[in-house]
């Protein structure tokens, strides 16, 4: 009834549907992730990681192309370790709601800040530490993986949520995490009673430890900026690549950190994990779209052999 080449074509559908959903199953793995971890920098590193898993797959599965596939396969384990110890804690709470079966994107995402809300944090915090001139310190990560190593001393570990109540709380000076610099990195204060390298440029009388602080650090990367509250006069400084920007305004400084942090800057040079993550994530569609035309060209050639 059917033909005698029905049970080909039912067979050869079944493998069809199979590899469909193998990788269905793994782009929407890859978009729960994604969905969880909220932060841009993770988001950069998720959709490089997502085209290397893609290459892996055409080189394997399409042209078996087993020495490159073999090294692929280390290099997306290596980069995968790598963004679970950067963000043990999101992984851990991806854990936590698949144990609890909870897989509602929308409750997933509320309960996460967004960064805008951390910069919001932030200035509220510096504004009402200016107003009752209490001393601050708040070295920002931008875009690039800024390596604890450069500190002279890590300080003291919190990975805790960023709010305006904690940053209060540590620069109070009963404090005993008051002296050093709080490390925010995305919507997470990663540490504090941070220790950082002084300037060795000269610098005015009115500048104190704090500001020789925040432009002893952007001085020596430029993946960061320093936020200093002035504990004598309460002004506002903004640092970045050794030179301070005040006195500044809460408002003003509101529209700096959205700058900064909105939008990589043109020329930025990014390094590890984050380099390669976003060359692909710029570069993958294009190589993907060519890799997909030579394969629906290649299966036209083989056709019109066939009719010749």
């Known amino acids: 009834m059917f033909g005698s080449g029905f049970p080909d074509n039912l067979s ?4 069809f549907f199979r590899q469909f959903l193998d990788l269905g199953f793994a782009v929407f ?23 290397l ?26 980069c995968s370790l790598s963004l679970a110890l ?7 709470r991806f854990l936590e709601q698949i144990g609890r079966w909870q897989f509602d994107f929308s409750s997933s995402n509320s309960s996460l800040p967004k ?16 107003q009752n001139r209490v001393g601050a310190l708040i070295i920002v990560e931008t875009f690039n993986t ?18 305006k109540e ?19 990195r995305g919507n997470e204060v990663v540490s504090a009673g941070v220790i950082l390298p002084l300037s060795d440029r000269s610098a005015s009388r009115q500048l104190g430890t704090r500001h020789r602080a925040a432009m002893g650090i952007t001085e020596r990367v430029d993946n960061c900026i320093c936020i200093v509250v002035s504990e004598e006069t ?41 380099r390669l993550s976003k060359k692909l994530s710029f570069g993958g569609r294009k190589f993907l779209a060519n890799l997909f035309k030579f394969g629906k060209n290649k299966k036209l050639l083989e056709q019109q052999k066939k009719r010749n």
């Open 12 to 15: 050869s559908f079944i493998v």
């Open 29 to 51: 793995s890859f978009y729960y992730i994604s969905v969880l971890i909220r932060e841009r920098r993770a988001q950069r590193m998720i959709r490089g990681l997502f085209f």
């Open 53 to 78: 898993f893609i290459i892996f797959y055409v080189s394997d599965r399409i042209f078996q192309l087993k020495l490159f596939s073999f090294f692929l396969e280390r290099l997306i384990l290596i």
């Open 86 to 92: 950067v963000f043990q804690s999101d992984f851990r």
């Open 115 to 130: 960064e805008d809300s951390a910069i919001d944090e932030m200035v509220e915090a510096v504004k009402d530490l200016s």
């Open 146 to 163: 800024l390596e604890e190593r450069i500190f002279v001393n890590p300080g003291v570990r919190l990975n805790a949520i960023v709010s």
């Open 166 to 184: 904690l940053l209060q709380t540590i620069f109070q000076t009963k404090s005993l995490l008051h002296d050093g610099a709080v490390f925010v």
């Open 234 to 274: 309460g002004s506002i400084s903004l640092a970045e690549k050794g030179t301070l920007n005040r006195p500044l305004t809460s408002t003003k400084l509101k529209e700096l950190l959205e700058e900064k942090l909105s939008q990589p800057s043109e020329g930025e040079v990014v390094t590890g994990v984050s």
